[in-house]
C-alpha cells in the first residue's frame, strides 16, 4: 500500500467533582467549545456540567448533534484547522487516524490521580497511536440483542443464549403485530457509516463475508454480502417499523422503550436507559442475550469506544484537559450513580465501575456488557482474512467516505429504489474506484 499523504487523509475523512477539576490543568477562566453527539449519556454530562463550571470558573458552550451531523462537522474542523472547537466526542475509529495526523493533542500527562490504570487496558489501547493516548473514553459498547421477556413469555418461547439469525427471523415474525404498532424487531435503518453499517456490517461477518481481501480487493458482491444485504432488507420491510430508513441509534432506543419493538440488534450502551424505570416503560420487561450468529461468530458484535479528544487548534488546552478529567474520572461516574440512578452511568470504561457494588445491583446486564466488550475481536472481524482492523468499520481514514456512500446505498435498497444486485454492483465499483485513487490497488 502507498503511503499516504496528509492532504490525502483529508480527502478520505471528508465527508467529587472537586478533585479532578482543580486539577494541575486549570488555568484562567475561559469559554471552551465542546462539540457531542445527542446520545442520552452526553446530554448527561451537559446537564452535570455547571458542577465543574462552579468549581472552576471556566465555562462551556455546548454544541450538540445528531451522529451523522457531528462526524461531518467534527471532520471538517479538524482537517481544515479551523479551530471552531476545544473538544471533540470522536471514537475509536478517528482517535488514532487523527493522532497519526497530528491533528489532536497527546494526553499523556494526566495526574495519578486520574488513575489510568483503572481504565480497561483494551479500551485503552484503541483510543492510543505510536504509544500517546489521543482521547479519553466517557463510554464504551459492544453490541448484543435486547427483547421483550415479557411477549416471549407470553407466547411460550425462550430466546437462546446464542441465537442464530434464523431463530431471530422467526421471532420476529411471530411478534410483528402492526395494527398495535408492535414490531418485531427494530434496527438500525440510517444512513452513515455509524449508523445503518454499523450494524449491517456485523451481519455481513458473520455471514462469512468482509470488506476487502488480503490484497485490499474489494469483495461487496461475494455471495456473503448478497446474502446479508438480503436478509436484512426482507426482515426490515416484513418486521421492521415503519419509515426504517430514518431511524438510527438513538430512535430505535425511543421506539424500543414506548413498548414498540419486540427486538432491537444495537449498542449495549443502549441498555441504561431501557432499565431505567423513570425513562423507560419496558424498564421490568427488558431482557437481553449475545448478538446473533449466522455461518462464524468472528464478527458478529462490535467494539466502539465514545470518546473525547482536543483538537491542536485548540487555544484552551489546559482548560480542556482539567474538564476531560472531570468527566471520565470514577468520581464522574459516581456523580451520576448518585444523582440520576446507577444503571445510566457511562459503561465500559473502568473496572472501579465494575467492582462497585451499586452498579452491580442496579444494573444486570453489567457483566455481560463487560465480557461483550473484551472478547470482541477487532484484529480478527472475519471468517476470512483480512489486511485491516475494525469490526463495524475499516480502520482506513477513506473508510468513513466508503461506508457512508456505501450506507446511502443500502438505505436506497431498503426503501425499494434499487435491487439488492444493483446496490452492490454499484457499491463494489465506488470502493473499488476509491481504493484504486487512494493507492491500496493498481
Given amino acids: 500500500m502507498k503511503r499516504h499523504s496528509a492532504a490525502r487523509v483529508i480527502s478520505g475523512m471528508a465527508l467529587t467533582v472537586g478533585m479532578l477539576a482543580g486539577s494541575a490543568f486549570a488555568a484562567t ?145 411471530k411478534f410483528t403485530d402492526r395494527a398495535h404498532q408492535q414490531y418485531g424487531i427494530c434496527l438500525r435503518g440510517k444512513p452513515g457509516w455509524g449508523e445503518n453499517m454499523a450494524y449491517l456490517d456485523t451481519l455481513v461477518n458473520t455471514s462469512g463475508g468482509r470488506w476487502f481481501d488480503e490484497k485490499w480487493q474489494a469483495r461487496l458482491d461475494s455471495k456473503a454480502w448478497h446474502d446479508a444485504l438480503t436478509f436484512y432488507i426482507d426482515l426490515m420491510r416484513r418486521d421492521g417499523p415503519p419509515g426504517a430508513n430514518s431511524n438510527g441509534f438513538n430512535e430505535n432506543q425511543a421506539l424500543f422503550a414506548t413498548g414498540h419493538c419486540a427486538m432491537w440488534i444495537d449498542a449495549t450502551s443502549g441498555a441504561g436507559l431501557l432499565y431505567d424505570k423513570s425513562q423507560s416503560q419496558v424498564a421490568d420487561k427488558v431482557a437481553f442475550t449475545a448478538a446473533p450468529i449466522d455461518k462464524t461468530p468472528n464478527g458478529s458484535h462490535w467494539f466502539w469506544a465514545w470518546a473525547m479528544a482536543i483538537p491542536s487548534t485548540s487555544k484552551n488546552v489546559a482548560v480542556a484537559k482539567s474538564f476531560l478529567q472531570w468527566s471520565t474520572s470514577r468520581e464522574y461516574i459516581e456523580l451520576v450513580g448518585n444523582t440520576d440512578g446507577w444503571t445510566v452511568v457511562p459503561p465500559g470504561t473502568r473496572a472501579s465501575t465494575y467492582a462497585n457494588a451499586n452498579y452491580i445491583k442496579a444494573a444486570p446486564f453489567a457483566s455481560y456488557v463487560k465480557t461483550a466488550i473484551m472478547t470482541a475481536d477487532l484484529d480478527h472481524p472475519t471468517l476470512k482474512k483480512v489486511p485491516y482492523t475494525g469490526i463495524q468499520y475499516v480502520a482506513i481514514p477513506e473508510f468513513q467516505a466508503i461506508g457512508t456512500t456505501v450506507g446511502q446505498m443500502v438505505a436506497a435498497a431498503l426503501t425499494g429504489q434499487m435491487t439488492v444486485a444493483q446496490t452492490l454492483k454499484q457499491a463494489q465499483a465506488s470502493v473499488t474506484s476509491t481504493m484504486e485513487q487512494s493507492g491500496y490497488t493498481q
Fill in 29 to 173: 477562566a475561559a469559554t471552551i467549545t465542546i462539540a457531542t453527539v445527542n446520545n442520552s449519556q452526553m446530554v448527561e454530562m451537559q446537564k452535570l456540567s455547571p458542577i465543574w463550571e462552579k468549581k472552576t470558573g471556566n465555562k462551556i458552550n455546548w454544541v450538540v448533534l445528531e451522529e451523522n451531523v457531528l462526524r461531518q462537522r467534527a471532520t471538517t474542523d479538524i482537517s481544515t484547522k479551523s479551530g471552531q472547537f476545544d473538544i471533540l466526542t470522536i471514537g475509536s475509529y478517528e482517535t488514532p487516524i487523527w493522532g497519526k495526523q497530528n491533528w489532536l493533542v497527546a494526553l499523556d500527562d494526566f495526574p495519578a490521580s486520574y488513575d489510568m490504570a483503572d481504565v480497561f487496558p483494551s479500551v485503552r489501547q484503541a483510543l492510543t497511536e505510536s504509544g500517546h493516548l489521543y482521547a479519553v473514553p466517557f463510554y464504551a459498547e459492544s453490541s448484543f440483542t435486547f427483547y421483550r421477556k415479557d411477549l416471549f413469555d407470553k407466547a411460550g418461547l425462550t430466546m437462546p443464549t446464542q441465537p442464530k439469525y434464523s431463530q431471530i427471523k422467526a421471532f420476529a415474525d
